[in-house]
């Protein structure tokens, strides 16, 4: 396994790197999230706080902060007396994770009602914005901003926040599926048939549509898996 100081080598610090601004623990987060969805650190990788605070040019608080949010959200596991290593990807991960992330979607877009004007307007923009963008995280970015216009007005923010700590789970497995241009007109496709009917107030109609979007990307991504993992 290869462990983040072997990758920056060792010459020195990668000052071009490193942290200036404040939360240091929210911006070694992102850092490390970062290389993460774009597999500079694979699978496996051991991440030594000592290391990275070396790195970044940080003490080692902000570090291990980052660290533990890390293995609350999936990317990270820990084993004890060895540290953190980020976590592989499992195809069982996939099959459990999805269709709780649906069933929630779904129970909160039950409870929207009729959306007005001016979001169906919003969701509309953010899709078109989804459809011609290049960059996979920032399609996820798009899609998550598209999912939380939507649910947003079902009001219960103990549910949102259940949903978005999933989103934050998967948003690995999302990043692998968004670098398949071929799949952005499938989702944006399934997106504006929602909307169109949430817009009418049929959310029952909605419903199963939302359901189908999320497992078509389940299946995409779990026929990816096989040739991958």
């Not at 216009?149 to 999302?174: D, F, H, Q, W």
């Amino acid at each position: 396994m290869t462990s983040l100081a072997d990758r920056a080598g060792t010459s020195g610090v990668r000052r071009d790197r490193a942290i200036t601004r404040v939360p240091l623990r929210d911006q070694v987060h992102h850092a490390l999230v970062d290389r993460i969805l774009r597999d500079e650190l694979r699978p496996g990788t051991r991440i030594s706080d000592t290391a990275l605070a070396r790195e970044l040019g940080v003490s080692r608080t902000p570090i291990r902060e980052a660290l533990l949010r890390l293995e609350r959200e999936g990317f990270l596991e820990v084993d004890l007396g060895r540290g953190f290593f980020v976590k592989p990807l499992r195809v069982r991960e996939v099959r459990e994770a999805y269709p709780v992330l649906w069933t929630l979607e779904v129970l909160a877009l039950r409870g929207t009602g009729a959306l007005p004007a001016e979001r169906r307007a919003e969701l509309d923009r953010i899709n078109a914005a989804l459809e011609s963008e290049d960059d996979p995280e920032r399609r996820i970015d798009l899609d998550e901003a598209w999912h939380r216009t939507l649910l947003e007005p079902c009001g219960n923010e103990y549910l949102l926040g259940l949903i978005a700590t999933l989103k934050s789970v998967i948003r690995r497995y999302e990043y692998a599926y968004m670098q398949n241009a071929g799949y952005i007109p499938v989702s944006t496709r399934a997106h504006e048939e929602i909307a169109e009917l949430a817009a009418a107030g049929d959310v029952e109609g909605a419903a199963p549509l939302l359901e189908n979007n999320w497992r078509f990307t389940m299946q995409s991504l779990l026929a990816w898996l096989h040739e991958v993992v």
